[in-house]
């Protein structure tokens, strides 16, 4: 097992940070079984969101999202809590908070962790946990091919 934690905060709504750097070792790789992000504080006072995106590949420009479809992609976090209506009767704040992460992806090069869409300059943190893996040479290239966001189907 291996846990890679830490912090990155919004500005403007986004941030990246890389998780993992190549190590030039093919045949060895994480298979990512946890996603975590979540608040450094959480304000009941104030609206709170963020959408992080776990990839192998830094996202190319500020309007990427989360989006399924794109192999590069393999973990999404994301969080919104609103505050009451105005001039209503309710008492608590109303949110909604996920995590998931595709359980068939093996990271044998970079790793990036991105925010979209985020509480500028709020802290988050985050925690990745992974399994090492052996790979034989057909299922590096296979994952190398994967990373690169081209299909194997």
Request: with cysteine; proline share 2%.
């Amino acid at each position: 097992m291996r846990t890679l934690r830490g912090q990155i905060t919004a500005v403007g709504g986004k941030a990246q940070k890389q998780l993992i750097l190549n190590d030039q070792l093919i045949n060895r790789g994480l298979r990512v079984t946890g996603f975590f992000v979540w608040p450094d504080r959480v304000d009941t006072t104030a609206e709170q969101t963020f959408n992080a995106i776990l990839s192998y590949a830094e996202l190319s420009n500020a309007l990427v999202v989360m989006d399924a479809s794109d192999n590069t992609q393999l973990g999404w976090s994301f969080y919104s809590q609103s505050l009451p209506a105005a001039g209503t009767s309710a008492k608590s704040n109303s949110g909604f908070f996920n995590q998931l992460i595709d359980p068939d992806h093996i990271v044998n090069r970079d790793l990036f962790i991105s925010l979209r869409e985020s509480t500028d300059n709020q802290a988050l943190n985050y925690m990745v946990v992974c399994e090492m893996v052996e790979l034989d040479d057909n299922e590096a290239i296979i994952t190398i091919i994967k990373e690169n966001s081209q299909s194997v189907e």
